[in-house]
């Protein structure tokens, strides 16, 4: 019967398997995974599992030499003195001995490969180093200690506390109670918080023994390995029965064990299969202006090098036709050759001569140069922030002189231009607004919280009748508001000295966690099915019976628990958008509540709303395996988890709001006034909601009470009457003066002179949905082109776009609200396509990330969301203030010197090259060299590049940074 059961349900999962979720693993069996092959290409054949090792290296022994030439000739700079070099070996038309350009071109190419190979050997270093790390790995009944880069798909492995995961791992068990374990993710997200992982509660109590490990046989079927670090989906089977698994039951490469003494696991995903090898792509490099405009000057260089000697090639035919055949002393080539081959030759030969127009060292010496001014930037002790120990840093040193033309700064607001240091200020419970500062006109006292022994003494909080309300006991809502918030979270808590100590994924559910604990409600600890709190002195143990997650597309989340009477609640908290849609009918407190948040928003406080419901058990029970079922389907398990989370999310009760301040960062205002003055147009980018940015932005000084704010719905009409004027801006400006536009709404855009405009993430949808459909309509290549050639630009969406761009630039303040960060990069590719301007986007977070990379320089912001915006990023600095210093100082310094550096290179090549050519007035036009052989040889490798990169970082303007050991000022003034 046994069988029977195992071969029905290997039947169905094998009607489970989809393209997405065909990764089958075995526990306890890598033999069986180092045997499974899968097709790559035709009839090759490669393992479908890989091995545990890593290689970020480039080269090895026998392939450094030819690699490292091949990318280093696709420099067309280098590739022409190649070929100079064999020209120079043809005695017919060698001017100059082939050692002249031979060894300054050796020099440069070896010069860049030891620099690749010190790079590349760092690299190895690296390689080795990760893949000899030790890791125990069950073997038998015991467990041995092997080498990461032994490990194998399908290995148990032992992890102790503090060590790093090897491979991406299925969680078995724990020493902790219901196998929790507790990781840090700061290898991988730069997120510092401690996170929790929960083993499931069947392997958790059966396997975790080593008998019960060696026996263990589950097999996992779950995606195949993807760069997703936040999203897992998988199965596992085992004893004929099935489980969900998710994300929460993995451990990734790279996390770190903490506040755990020793986890099992079972590997899933190894070496380049892992999630974080998945994420570790090529990135792109970045260019500046500067770099392509030297691009376009070389190929003018080559294009004046060939016309001047043809030129010189024509003169030298002329003169031995007119002068040679005079000169018997000459010999007898002149009357040998024909006149077209001997232009010919001498053509080539005074291509050799004057090859020093463009000089080898051009590239070395600019490399040289970015250099230094790295350095500058890393040691400007003005940049340097003393609170956090943390100096401003180059992590490009490629970029330098972009800093001096930028024209628009996007910038994130939580954490950028405020402190993202989360402190409880004010809350609406029912129909009451606590938190006012001010009693009477005179300023209220802080409340005394020393009745409550788990308070921790750092709120401050100026409303007295909040707390009489909780210890009387007169408004039950009050207790109902302060309990969500103990429940309602995914914090982690630990005791450390005896005081409770909590970790939170971001600062808001800290802040919120720790309100709650203040005013007497305390989160004490949790387990895979319980949550305990103190309510007031009174310790009390809630079952979870599910958990609804937060996403960025939900906005809010939820947790089901049941009480010890066995009433079955769920709790509720999220955006106020998200919570409004989903109250029941006629809910009290409302329009109240709609007022406060209303009242906090111009406050510059983020909100959250709270609300409850009484679940019925037998709905819960029909819900629950329909749960169930969806938790473990393979196909479409987002969608269907989705889809019970929205039907159980209605009806709610609406119990209050919250407000938590985010203070503005040291010198904000200041630095926006100065970036303004200098011509830079700053756009903020934020998800909070529109009241809050508005007031962000008033408080910062990037808006002001002069300015006419639109909002995006504003410009639809616009958009469309641009549509029907062929998208031509300046007519809509000059029809704006007349007088039939100047009491419209559009003719008071145009006719404004300081505005600024409201852009919200609805209107970034429906804008980017119409400019779909404006693609469909072009089905043929000739439609296309034919609209093309109607609006100028790649058809309607692109006009659309172009059109959508030139009338938000054409305000002096743009703030986009309620986007996501994919909306966020959205923004940013829209005016760095339709502008052609150069943009610098600044974050301190995760989503921020995208921003970073799409813009032409991206600054990271070490701040309190992590630092996988600083990884990410071009430049890092502590505080938004030193943005000022960075564009301003080092990046006008940057752009003059590099500018100096061109002019005065280019200068020089062409009055030592043009030497030559007037030589050959008197020489006739031979091709013979003015300077002795050796002159030229020292010339190309010391000479020609040591006065330029003097003059280049020696500026006088480099002694106004402050150094170490140097106590130096450096004053700018804005024109």
């Not at 008197?922 to 010391?942: D, L």
Request: charged share 20%.
């Amino acid at each position: 019967m046994n069988s029977s059961k195992s071969s029905s349900s290997n039947n169905s999962e094998t009607h489970q398997k989809t393209d997405d979720h065909n990764w089958e693993v075995k526990a306890n069996n890598a033999s069986y995974h180092t045997r499974i092959k899968e097709r790559t290409f035709l009839c090759f054949n490669r393992r479908k599992y890989a091995d545990n090792k890593i290689k970020t290296s480039k080269y090895n022994i026998i392939t450094f030499l030819p690699r490292n030439l091949f990318e280093q000739f696709q420099r067309a700079a280098n590739f022409y003195f190649l070929l100079i070099c064999i020209l120079q070996t043809i005695p017919a038309i060698a001017t100059l001995p082939w050692y002249s350009t031979m060894i300054p071109l050796t020099f440069v190419l070896a010069v860049t490969g030891v620099k690749d190979i010190i790079d590349d050997i760092a690299r190895h270093k690296s390689d080795r180093e990760i893949n000899s790390r030790p890791c125990q790995v069950l073997v038998g009944k015991s467990f041995k200690f092997t080498k990461w880069k032994d490990l194998q798909v399908g290995d148990v492995v032992c992890l102790k506390k503090d060590e790093f995961v090897p491979a991406d791992l299925f969680l078995l068990s724990s020493s902790k109670p219901s196998s929790l374990c507790y990781v840090e993710t700061s290898e991988i997200d730069g997120e510092t918080n401690l996170k929790y992982r929960q083993a499931l509660s069947v392997t958790h109590t059966n396997v975790n023994t080593l008998d019960q490990l060696a026996k263990f046989d589950g097999r996992i079927i779950c995606q195949r390995p993807n760069n997703d670090l936040h999203s897992f989906t998988g199965t596992l089977y085992w004893q004929n029965q099935e489980y969900s698994l998710n994300n929460e039951k993995i451990l990734l490469r790279g996390c770190r064990i903490r506040n755990t003494e020793q986890c099992y696991g079972v590997v899933l995903f190894a070496g380049v299969d892992t999630k974080i090898m998945k994420n570790s792509g090529k990135c792109t490099m970045k260019k500046t202006h500067i770099e392509l405009l030297m691009n376009r000057v070389v190929l003018l260089v080559l294009l004046i090098l060939g016309t001047v000697s043809f030129c010189l090639a024509v003169g030298a035919v002329v003169w031995d036709m007119k002068v040679g055949k005079e000169k018997p002393y000459l010999g007898n080539d002149i009357t040998s050759f024909s006149p077209g081959y001997r232009g010919f030759l001498s053509f080539w030969g005074h291509i050799i001569i004057l090859n020093s127009i463009l000089p080898m060292s051009l590239y070395v010496t600019f490399e040289l140069l970015h250099v230094a001014q790295s350095f500058f930037i890393n040691w400007d002790i003005n940049m340097y922030c003393e609170e956090r120990d943390t100096p401003a840093n180059s992590r490009t040193t490629t970029l330098n002189e972009e800093l001096g033309q930028i024209n628009y700064i996007f910038s994130d607001k939580t954490g950028t231009l405020t402190q993202n240091i989360m402190a409880f200020k004010k809350c609406c419970i029912g129909s009451q607004i606590f938190g006012n500062q001010h009693d009477d006109g005179k300023t209220a006292k802080m409340v005394d919280l020393h009745w409550n022994t788990f308070a921790d003494g750092k709120l401050e909080f100026y409303d007295g009748s909040l707390v009489e309300q909780i210890r009387s006991g007169a408004n039950p809502t009050v207790h109902e508001f302060f309990k969500l918030l103990a429940l309602c979270h995914t914090v982690m808590v630990e005791q450390k000295h005896g005081q409770l100590v909590y970790q939170a994924a971001s600062p808001d559910e800290g802040a919120l966690v720790t309100a709650a604990r203040n005013f007497g409600f305390a989160f004490l600890s949790r387990t895979p099915d319980t949550i305990t709190i103190s309510e007031l002195g009174v310790p009390r143990t809630y079952s979870v019976q599910a958990i609804l997650d937060f996403t960025s597309s939900r906005k809010r989340m939820s947790v089901i628990l049941k009480d010890s009477e066995g009433k079955i609640k769920l709790y509720c908290k999220g955006a106020d958008v998200m919570i409004y849609k989903r109250l029941q009918l006629n809910c009290l407190y409302k329009e109240i509540t709609q007022t406060a948040l209303d009242h906090f928003a111009t406050e510059t406080l983020r909100t959250l709303c709270l609300a409850s419901k009484d679940v019925e058990e037998n709905y819960f029970r029909d819900w629950s395996q329909r749960y169930q079922e969806a938790s473990v389907a393979l196909q479409n398990r987002e969608e269907l988890l989705e889809a019970l989370y929205e039907e159980i999310e209605t009806d709610l009760v609406l119990i209050g709001a919250t407000a938590i301040e985010d203070k503005l960062q040291v010198r904000v205002p200041e630095t926006i006034q100065n970036l303004r003055a200098a011509n830079i147009k700053i756009w903020v980018l934020t998800g909070d909601k529109k009241e809050t940015a508005i007031n962000i932005g008033y408080s910062c000084k990037l808006l002001s009470d002069q300015m006419e704010i639109f909002e995006g719905n504003d410009i639809i009409e616009l958009l469309e009457k641009l549509q029907k004027s062929n998208y031509q801006v300046q007519d809509m400006i000059d029809a704006s003066i007349s007088k039939s536009l100047r009491s419209s709404k559009e003719g008071d855009f145009w006719m404004c002179d300081s505005k600024a405009l409201i852009i919200t993430g609805s209107f970034l949808d429906t804008f980017i949905k119409q400019s779909k459909q404006y693609k469909r309509k072009s089905q043929s290549w000739w439609q296309q082109r034919m609209a093309n050639t109607k609006v100028g630009v790649n058809g309607e969406a692109e006009a659309r776009e172009r059109c959508f761009v030139e009338l938000a630039c054409q305000c002096q303040a743009v703030i986009c609200c309620r986007v996501t960060p994919k909306q966020k990069a959205l923004v940013v590719h829209l005016v760095k396509k339709y502008q052609k301007a150069i943009t610098l986007a600044i974050g301190d977070g995760a989503n921020d990330v995208n921003m970073l990379k799409t813009a032409h320089i991206g600054v990271g912001i070490s701040g309190q969301e992590g630092m996988q915006a600083v990884l990410s990023s071009d430049y890092s600095l502590a505080q938004f203030c030193y943005l000022e210093r960075l564009l301003l100082v080092h990046g006008r310094w940057a752009y003059l010197r590099i500018c100096k550096f061109l002019r005065y290179f280019l200068y020089k090549t062409f009055a030592f090259s043009f030497l030559q050519v007037w030589f050959g007035f008197y020489n006739g036009f031979s091709g013979q060299s003015v300077f002795e052989r050796w002159c030229i040889s020292f010339y190309k490798v010391p000479y020609s590049w040591l006065p330029v990169l003097t003059i280049g970082i020696l500026d006088k303007e480099a002694t106004s940074i402050r150094m170490p050991g140097c106590l130096l000022t450096s004053n700018f003034t804005l024109h």
